[in-house]
């Protein structure tokens, strides 16, 4: 009787995946929030500043005629609670004290209809895409009477 063994060497052997990634056939597949070849790196990481602390963006929101376009500059922070939410402070020129948030996967970002804290009566929903430093997309803003849809571009300092 002869044996023939074959050999089927473990692809994922010497690859170990960071942030609860998994291996399979020697590639990592990353959970939602993190990115890079091992999983490494945290996907709104590229949205913050180089030391992955709050980011600063001039903001050129452009509504038309009927809505108005804005500009001026907000800050974007990470939330302590969720690895893919990013906060916005004086989103759209409200101010300060008022803020939304974002959900980041990869380079995209989707805010999710919410009321603008701090703003009470608006109402925001929209989505962008982040490219080399400068994010743009589109958002809507209801302010209880009239509904707005702004084009933006949003640039990092």
Do not use: H
């Amino acid at each position: 009787a002869t044996v023939f063994n074959s050999c089927n060497p473990d692809a994922c052997k010497d690859i170990v995946c960071a942030n609860g990634g998994t291996c399979t056939d020697g590639t990592c597949a990353c959970p939602s929030g993190f990115e890079g070849t091992l999983c490494e790196t945290q996907s709104l990481s590229k949205f913050l500043s180089s030391n992955n602390t709050a980011a600063n963006y001039n903001f050129s929101d452009q509504g038309g005629t009927s809505c108005g376009n804005y500009t001026g500059v907000f800050t974007t922070t990470r939330s302590a609670a969720d690895t893919t939410r990013l906060i916005l402070t004086n989103f759209g020129g409200f101010g300060a004290t008022t803020s939304v948030y974002a959900t980041v996967n990869g380079n995209s970002m989707t805010i999710p209809s919410q009321t603008i804290a701090g703003a009470t009566s608006n109402t925001v929903s929209g989505f962008g895409t982040y490219s080399s430093g400068v994010i743009t997309g589109s958002y809507t803003n209801n302010d209880g009477s009239t509904t707005c849809t702004y084009a933006f571009t949003w640039t990092k300092q």
